[in-house]
């Protein structure tokens, strides 16, 4: 069974930085998109960014782009999330998620996450 551990949540003020990183194991292919999602309080789980097993496609929510940056490093079945710039706005649990092929956008398209990280940024 895939599991997925992520790590490196926390508490930032406000136009800090946080890197996420969340490792893979059990996983039975080693091709495989992963991405990276968020819930915050009374809110909808909501996409943050994916990336192909390739590295050649990423893709980001118009919330983040130019703040955020996903990352891979396949030989660690790792996946990262860079995060600068942080606005209390981005305050959530933060899952990852992977899935068979091709990265993908929404939540429905992923069939293993990990259990979650708090990232709370204050003003």
């Known amino acids: 069974q895939v599991q997925l551990v992520e790590s490196g949540g926390g508490l930032v003020q406000a136009g800090g930085s946080l890197r996420l990183s969340c490792a893979a194991s059990?996983?039975?292919?080693?091709?495989?998109?992963m991405g990276w999602f968020r819930q915050a309080p009374g809110q909808e789980r909501e996409f943050v960014s994916a990336i192909s097993w390739s590295v050649a496609i990423t893709f980001y929510a118009e919330s983040v782009k130019g703040r955020f940056t996903i990352s891979r490093d396949n030989g660690k079945n790792t996946v990262y999330l860079q995060m600068n710039s942080l606005k209390p706005e981005d305050t959530a649990v933060y899952y990852c998620a992977c899935r068979p092929g091709g990265a993908r956008r929404e939540v429905a398209d992923f069939n293993s996450w990990g259990q979650g990280t708090q990232v709370t940024v204050s003003s």
């Open positions: 059990g996983l039975t292919s080693s091709s495989y998109a």
